[in-house]
């Protein structure tokens, strides 16, 4: 007969993760107060906060309810046989660029909250407390239509495009698109944060900076259209695919963050037409899922090369003034096309003007590679995930020497699973390189005081066996060539042969 004390214990998650673990950190998140903030569900009262040091990081927050809606998305479209709206290559890339936007706040912040504060502590016009549910919701509009301005500013000022083109790069539309962002992006929409630092205290701005940012997530998806009667203030799906489409009717408009107000007011708004289906992407589609390249291309065009442009007999496209009429102007301006001004920038008269009509046949850029290397790619891109999620945690602790060595990770992690996609002949040695390297990471981090750790052996493993396989895989490859180039060489030899006897000169012995 059992005793008391041996009574059946089922397993809980906490024998199964320790309290530190990243496990049991992540499944903390899982809670419906999270839930709703990635719908902006939030009150004034559990929002407001003295400083900026006392706003929690919101996006951390809710990252793993966005891991579940890409995941609940993808079995949706699937089971509904709509699986060709997800790729593997695209949508790695996205959440990639979302990684290293992330790496380049401060603090999980963004860049312009150290002026914006700055700017509030000497510079203020209004004396709004924090602790006040007007400011609050003050702050709710104000920021939001600063969003707007500065969201358009971002596509209609030529440059500036070059912060925010890989938004709009990938070819499908769900909610990994919506991670799909430009590290340096917050460069671009500084200007329009820190004009509300005037009015507004720094930690009212960034709480609603943040959830502006989150709600915008749920917008990339093709599951939903509009909210019914609410779709008539709030910005939608459907609004925001428009936004996001390539079709002449499509360009430039639907800036709107969370109201979609800001564009029925401006004349920036469009509906989605059924008749004509927004198709994704940018007009000048580049085929490639390098990061680095879709990361800044658009900006080193836009500043080095569009200005510089010749006709067929070598004559300048753009001259004298137009040299900078090319770098502000809207990306899509020549000579001779008609603009507007629009506060401190200009805008097209006719925003399809220059655009071209929809193929009739729409092919996606997706080379096709192996299911094995599919497989490698995606156990790869796991593993980045969990080292980015323990580094977004831990990332204020961390010495700049290892904060630095995770950011190289991130980007040549990102930069090798570009190359595998895009089939470069490069792919297995940059990959070799990359596994060695992290190798020696790990075995450079077993003699701090941590130490040995069951995690720490898990990923010098995989590590490890990824090295030695591509090495053997190089160096079978490269057996294969010297085989068939030994083989063409013989049949040339072979050739001469028949052709000297033929000719009936002596034999080569």
Same mark, same amino acid.
């Given at each position: 007969?059992?005793?008391?004390?041996?009574?059946?214990?089922?397993? &809980?998650?906490?024998?199964?993760?320790?309290?530190? +673990?990243?496990?049991?950190?992540?499944?903390?998140?899982?809670?419906?107060?999270?839930? $709703?903030?990635?719908?902006?569900?939030?009150?004034?009262?559990?929002?407001?906060?003295?400083?900026?040091?006392? *706003?929690? #990081?919101?996006?951390? /927050? *809710?990252?793993?309810? %966005?891991?579940? @809606?890409?995941?609940?998305? @993808?079995?949706?479209?699937?089971?509904?046989? #709509?699986? #060709?709206?997800?790729?593997?290559? =695209?949508? *790695?890339?996205?959440?990639?660029?979302?990684?290293?936007?992330?790496?380049?706040?401060?603090?999980?912040?963004?860049?312009?909250?150290?002026?914006?504060?700055?700017?509030?502590?000497?510079?203020?016009?209004?004396?709004?407390?924090?602790?006040?549910?007007?400011?609050?919701?003050?702050?709710?509009?104000? /920021? =939001?239509?600063?969003?707007?301005?500065?969201?358009?500013?971002?596509?209609?000022?030529?440059?500036? %495009?070059?912060?925010?083109?890989?938004?709009? &790069?990938?070819?499908?539309?769900?909610?990994?698109?919506?991670?799909? /962002?430009?590290?340096?992006?917050?460069?671009?929409?500084?200007?329009? =944060?820190?004009?509300?630092? @005037?009015?507004?205290?720094?930690?009212?701005?960034?709480?609603?900076?943040?959830? +502006?940012?989150?709600?915008?997530?749920?917008?990339?998806?093709?599951?939903?259209?509009?909210?019914?009667?609410?779709?008539?203030?709030?910005?939608?799906? &459907?609004?925001?695919?428009?936004?996001?489409?390539?079709?002449?009717?499509?360009?430039?408009?639907?800036?709107?963050?969370?109201?979609?107000?800001?564009?029925?007011?401006?004349?920036?708004?469009?509906?989605? $037409?059924?008749?004509?289906?927004?198709?994704?992407?940018?007009?000048?589609?580049?085929?490639?899922?390098?990061?680095?390249?879709?990361? @800044?291309?658009?900006?080193?065009?836009?500043?080095?090369?569009?200005?510089?442009?010749?006709?067929?007999?070598?004559?300048?496209?753009?001259?004298?003034?137009?040299?900078?009429?090319?770098?502000?102007?809207?990306?899509?301006?020549?000579?001779?096309?008609? *603009?507007?001004?629009?506060?401190?920038?200009?805008?097209?008269?006719?925003?399809?003007?220059?655009?071209?009509?929809?193929?009739?046949?729409?092919?996606?850029?997706?080379?096709?590679?192996?299911?094995?290397?599919?497989?490698?790619?995606?156990?790869?891109?796991?593993?980045?995930?969990?080292?980015?999620?323990?580094?977004?945690?831990?990332?204020?602790?961390?010495?700049?020497?290892?904060?630095?060595?995770?950011?190289?990770?991130?980007?040549?992690?990102?930069?090798?699973?570009?190359?595998?996609?895009?089939?470069?002949?490069?792919?297995?040695? /940059?990959?070799?390189?990359?596994?060695?390297?992290?190798?020696?990471?790990?075995?450079?981090?077993?003699? =701090?005081?941590?130490?040995?750790?069951?995690?720490?052996?898990?990923?010098?493993?995989?590590?490890?066996? &990824?090295?030695?396989?591509? +090495?053997?895989?190089?160096?079978?490859?490269?057996?294969?060539?010297?085989?068939?180039?030994?083989?063409?060489?013989?049949?040339?030899?072979?050739?001469?042969?028949?052709?000297?006897?033929?000719?009936? +000169?002596?034999?080569?012995?």
């Amino acid at each position: 007969m059992l005793s008391r004390n041996n009574t059946k214990k089922w397993l &809980s998650l906490e024998d199964i993760f320790t309290n530190t +673990s990243l496990g049991q950190r992540m499944l903390n998140q899982i809670n419906l107060n999270n839930l $709703r903030y990635t719908y902006y569900l939030i009150t004034p009262n559990e929002t407001m906060f003295e400083s900026v040091d006392e *706003v929690p #990081n919101y996006t951390l /927050q *809710v990252s793993l309810w %966005w891991l579940l @809606f890409i995941i609940c998305e @993808f079995c949706l479209l699937w089971l509904s046989g #709509n699986v #060709n709206r997800f790729a593997l290559n =695209d949508s *790695v890339t996205s959440i990639s660029a979302g990684i290293l936007s992330q790496c380049f706040k401060f603090g999980g912040r963004t860049i312009a909250i150290f002026l914006y504060d700055y700017i509030w502590n000497n510079f203020r016009l209004i004396e709004n407390s924090w602790n006040s549910p007007l400011t609050w919701i003050f702050c709710l509009f104000f /920021q =939001d239509f600063m969003y707007y301005l500065g969201h358009r500013a971002i596509h209609e000022i030529g440059f500036l %495009w070059g912060f925010h083109v890989i938004h709009h &790069s990938s070819e499908y539309f769900n909610y990994t698109t919506a991670l799909r /962002q430009a590290a340096i992006q917050d460069i671009g929409l500084a200007i329009y =944060d820190v004009l509300q630092a @005037f009015f507004i205290p720094p930690s009212i701005f960034l709480v609603h900076r943040y959830f +502006s940012e989150i709600y915008q997530f749920t917008l990339h998806t093709t599951l939903f259209d509009n909210y019914g009667k609410l779709g008539i203030i709030l910005n939608t799906p &459907s609004h925001h695919r428009v936004h996001h489409g390539r079709n002449p009717y499509c360009i430039d408009r639907n800036y709107a963050a969370v109201f979609i107000i800001w564009d029925k007011i401006f004349g920036t708004f469009e509906p989605e $037409r059924q008749s004509e289906k927004p198709v994704y992407g940018i007009i000048n589609q580049e085929m490639t899922f390098n990061q680095i390249y879709l990361q @800044f291309h658009t900006l080193y065009n836009l500043l080095f090369i569009k200005w510089r442009m010749k006709t067929e007999n070598g004559e300048w496209i753009f001259r004298g003034i137009e040299k900078l009429k090319a770098i502000y102007y809207p990306p899509i301006y020549m000579p001779k096309m008609k *603009v507007k001004r629009y506060f401190h920038w200009f805008t097209m008269v006719d925003h399809e003007e220059g655009i071209p009509l929809i193929e009739n046949e729409i092919i996606r850029y997706n080379p096709k590679i192996s299911h094995w290397k599919k497989i490698y790619c995606l156990v790869h891109f796991m593993l980045l995930l969990a080292v980015f999620f323990h580094f977004e945690i831990d990332r204020n602790q961390l010495s700049h020497l290892d904060f630095n060595l995770k950011l190289a990770f991130f980007i040549i992690t990102i930069q090798s699973l570009g190359a595998f996609f895009d089939r470069k002949i490069y792919a297995p040695y /940059q990959e070799v390189l990359r596994c060695i390297g992290v190798t020696a990471y790990y075995f450079y981090i077993i003699i =701090d005081p941590i130490g040995v750790q069951p995690n720490r052996l898990f990923m010098m493993t995989i590590y490890i066996s &990824s090295a030695v396989f591509w +090495s053997v895989y190089i160096a079978s490859h490269i057996n294969v060539v010297n085989h068939k180039n030994t083989g063409k060489n013989s049949k040339m030899e072979q050739i001469s042969t028949i052709q000297a006897v033929t000719n009936g +000169s002596n034999l080569p012995y």
